[in-house]
């Protein structure tokens, strides 16, 4: 039982297209909703985290919409770039951060 | 140097064997944690830690076990592995104060 659902598992877009990720979450008690970047061989990355309390943050190309009523979130990558291309995870935590949950995980493919 | 550094990056065992894993960490971070990634189910929560004195259970920890010897370092340990154990496993440390979790870089485990 996933409480962090992520779609779609895998993801092609060209080059200067918009790369969406969806992720839905049950427990209203999450207050805080990051999103990590992940390229091969490596460890993920935090790329931008949002709060309850605000629907939407962007940091340059990367935007978090939120929508607390419907109990979802999404990633927006404007411009993609072959650079994007990596796993991207979506993630909750109640309070205090102790434990966070990921969701399933996105492959992201940009081609030229 | 990396901040959070995992031995080792790869290893090939046999069932029954004890396997250990070990994270270091220099970030002066108290919270490391453990996940589990594998294909289509994302990074899972197999043990946290707050400081040497509390080490918490997480969502998968069944067939593991956890020893903090200090607040650098964080091993993991199955006990006699199995095959479905094959998995990449990272390390993380947490910055309290932000909620950004730090990765290593993994290792990969291969249980025969």
Redesign the interface.
Known sequence: Q?QVK?SP?SLIVQKGGISIINCAYENTAFD?F?W?QQFP??????LI?IRPDVSEKKEGRFTISFNKSAKQFSLHIMDSQPGDSATY?CAA?TGG?????????TRLAVHP | DADVTQTPRNRITKTGKRIMLECSQTKGHDRMYWYRQDPGLGLRLIYYSFDVKDINKGEISDGYSVSRQAQAKFSLSLESAIPNQTALYFCATLAGVTGELFFGEGSRLTVL
Do not use: C, D, R, V
């Open positions: 996933q992520q598992q805080y990051p990590y061989g490596k460890g993920p990355a935090l985290a995870f935590s951060y102790n434990k966070l949950i990921f969701g399933a995980g």
